[in-house]
């Protein structure tokens, strides 16, 4: 099953995102910022990330250039 990570700082959208992502069928993680984040693709893999650009404590670019690093 292909497992999603969703990084969205802002509660509603992340939610929304979430339900349509769990109403086809997909497996997800919500992560509400960048660090949070970076911390659960240290535990799991992803098959796809999606991820705002401006959030609190580290931003988008910043999460994917440190997950492209590892």
């Not at 959030?55 to 910043?62: H, K, L």
Request: net charge negative; aromatic share 10%; with cysteine.
């Amino acid at each position: 099953m292909i497992k999603i990570l969703v990084v969205e700082d802002d509660k509603s959208l992340n939610d929304l995102v979430c339900s349509y992502l769990s109403d086809n069928g997909y497996n997800y993680k919500a992560c509400y910022n960048g660090k949070e984040a970076l911390a659960a693709t240290e535990n799991e893999t992803f098959d796809l990330i999606i991820s705002d650009v401006m959030m609190p404590e580290m931003d988008g670019f910043a999460f994917v250039t440190k997950v492209r690093e590892r």
